[in-house]
């Protein structure tokens, strides 16, 4: 009943902004539909950072965080490829394959991705390793919708099963600017990091539509 009744309370909700400190947003079935959406105060961007925390067993390709702009579907987006150790990262609708990435299946992850206007480069890092950094270019990103499980094709839907997140994610944050390498270290190693400016896992204004819940962050249990 009480697992009936916390499904109730969040689908469709929206709320003001919460503190989701220790918990992790649980999307536990494949749907075109479930997915949470994110309000970002800031609604012009000539950099971005995102960062997140997430877990899978799919090995087809899926959506990690779809930003979508009036003018681009893919203005920022992290997106797991199919094959099995290649992340795509999309700017403006333009895309750059980061390959030899060492991602694991039923394994928490640490992801974050990098973009700037000025230079046209993003960078991937995942469990706190870079990649090389990459040109897609790609104008100033405005009137951003921020969508976690589901890939946008158009701005705020256009959702499609295929691209669908199963599994949990926690510790969203974005910034509107490019962190440090040692800022991103310190976010991994959760190190007294500064949380995102645009979107704040402890401070968090969204809404979720669909199956999706709020649950206790997974610990691993140490022995006595």
Request: with cysteine.
């Amino acid at each position: 009943m009480a697992f009936f009744l916390l499904l109730v309370m969040l689908t469709g909700c929206a709320a003001s902004p919460q503190d989701l400190s220790g918990k992790m947003f649980t999307f536990p079935e494949e749907t075109k539909t479930a997915h949470v959406r994110l309000t970002t105060p800031t609604q012009d961007f000539s950099a971005v950072t995102v960062c997140l925390r997430s877990i899978t067993d799919l090995s087809r390709k899926y959506s990690l965080f779809s930003l979508a702009s009036p003018t681009a579907s893919n203005a920022f987006l992290i997106y797991k490829n199919s094959e099995s150790n290649v992340i795509d990262l999309y700017a403006g609708d333009k895309m750059a394959q980061f390959g030899a990435q060492d991602y694991k299946l039923n394994m928490w992850h640490f992801i974050c991705a990098t973009w700037d206007s000025a230079s046209g480069l993003v960078q991937l890092w995942l469990d706190g390793k870079p990649s090389i950094k990459k040109f897609v270019g790609g104008p100033n990103i405005t009137r951003p919708i921020v969508i976690l499980g589901q890939e946008q094709d158009s701005h705020g839907g256009g959702f499609d099963i295929k691209d669908s997140f199963v599994g949990m994610m926690s510790d969203v944050h974005m910034w509107d600017y490019i962190l440090s390498p040692c800022e991103i270290q310190r976010y991994v190693d959760d190190l007294n990091f500064t949380p995102g400016n645009v979107l704040n896992w402890r401070a968090l204004e969204f809404q979720t539509t669909g199956r999706v819940l709020i649950e206790n962050k997974e610990m691993t249990c140490q022995g006595v």
